[in-house]
């Protein structure tokens, strides 16, 4: 009798430490995959607004009448904002290429290749269009295939 | 009664009880603590996403053009049957400056995000 109870006992100790040991499983298990979709949702958000904001700051930055155009460069959808410096007009051209966001500031005329720019942000694809009345279109993808627009409209119109 | 205090399965059973016990309380605490972490996440992602639309509606009416009005539930720009958000526009006219209150609005009809665009009307427009 005592060595029946003494089973039941050992039995009843195993089971409550598999309950211990799934309860205790499935948190760390929940907890891993709401920090997971967290820290993904907080790293997209960064990356769409980090591209967008970079973007929006350079059409701001160069709202000059007739310095800010779309156009090709090297065979790349491009955004092109000029400057001028001592009589000189140099360029900044903004393009994606190779899953990035490539920046190329030069001379205006002459001629550069793709991967003369310097690297900024990670990204899959840009495109740039002018909807005309100083309105430009940008629409952004990026690695995760996620995309964002943005409309800019500049004050000196374009 | 010495028999049963002596006992090593009934003194496990009782620390384990206890263990279990404890870790119920803080198991619940912690659960909480990740579901409001979560829903303040998709709050905060909801917030951002209303403000780029906003921003975006706001830069279509300085151009005068239409802006996207209904959004999907990933934030594009969809058919009024299929939105999720909605962005609302009351333009207040006013001398020399025209006024609009961009609101972005849920299904619910809750309001997320709000906007004032202030808009420099060309003399004789």
Same mark, same amino acid.
């Given at each position: *009798?005592?060595?029946?109870?003494?089973?039941?006992?050992?039995? $009843?100790? $195993?089971?409550?430490?598999c309950?211990?040991?799934?309860?205790?499983? *499935?948190t760390l298990?929940?907890?891993?995959?709401?920090?997971s =979709? *967290?820290?993904d949702?907080?790293?997209l958000?960064?990356n769409?607004?980090?591209?967008m904001?970079y973007i929006?700051?350079?059409?701001?930055?160069?709202?000059?009448?007739?310095s800010?155009y779309v156009?090709e460069?090297? @065979?790349?959808?491009?955004?092109? $904002?000029?400057?001028?410096?001592?009589g000189?007009?140099?360029c900044?051209?903004?393009?994606?290429?190779d899953?990035?966001?490539w920046?190329?500031?030069?001379?205006?005329?002459?001629?550069?290749?793709?991967?003369?720019g310097?690297?900024?942000?990670?990204?899959? =694809?840009? =495109?740039?269009?002018d909807l005309? =009345?100083?309105?430009?279109?940008?629409?952004?993808t990026?690695?995760? @295939?996620?995309?964002?627009k943005?409309?800019i409209?500049?004050?000196?119109?374009? | 009664?010495?028999?049963?205090?002596?006992?090593?399965h009934?003194?496990?059973?009782?620390?384990l009880? +206890?263990a +279990?016990?404890f870790?119920?309380?803080?198991?619940?605490? +912690?659960?909480r603590?990740?579901?409001?972490? /979560? /829903?303040i996440?998709? /709050?905060s992602?909801?917030?951002?996403?209303? +403000?780029?639309?906003?921003e975006?509606?706001?830069?279509?009416v300085?151009?005068?053009?239409e802006?996207?009005?209904?959004?999907?539930?990933?934030?594009?720009p969809?058919? /009024?049957?299929?939105?999720?958000?909605?962005?609302?526009?009351?333009?207040?006219p006013?001398?020399?400056?025209s006024?609009t209150?961009?609101?972005v609005k849920?299904?619910?009809d809750?309001?997320?995000?709000?906007?004032?665009?202030?808009?420099l009307q060309?003399?004789?427009a």
């Open positions: *009798m005592k060595r029946k109870k003494t089973h039941i006992d050992t039995i $009843l100790v $195993l089971i409550l430490l309950v211990f040991s799934a309860s205790v499983l *499935m298990l929940l907890g891993t995959h709401i920090y =979709s *967290m820290s949702s907080s790293r958000t960064y769409e607004r980090t591209c904001s929006a700051e350079k059409f701001r930055h160069n709202d000059v009448k007739d800010v156009g460069f090297d @065979g790349l959808n491009a955004l092109f $904002l000029d400057t001028e410096e001592k000189v007009v140099y900044d051209i903004i393009y994606c290429y899953g990035w966001i920046e190329l500031y030069c001379e205006r005329g002459l001629d550069f290749l793709r991967t003369d310097t690297k900024v942000i990670e990204a899959k =694809s840009v =495109s740039f269009r005309g =009345s100083g309105l430009f279109y940008v629409e952004a990026d690695l995760d @295939g996620k995309t964002s943005l409309n409209c500049l004050r000196s119109g374009g | 009664m010495r028999k049963r205090i002596d006992s090593g009934g003194l496990m059973l009782f620390e009880l +206890i +279990i016990g870790f119920a309380v803080f198991a619940t605490i +912690i659960l603590l990740f579901i409001s972490a /979560q /829903q996440s998709l /709050q992602n909801n917030l951002s996403r209303a +403000i780029m639309a906003a975006n509606a706001a830069e279509c300085k151009a005068g053009t802006p996207a009005v209904f959004y999907n539930e990933d934030w594009v969809s058919e /009024q049957n299929e939105s999720a958000y909605r962005l609302t526009l009351e333009t207040v006013e001398e020399g400056v006024t209150i961009i609101t849920d299904k619910a809750t309001e997320i995000f709000s906007l004032t665009v202030k808009t060309e003399a004789g």
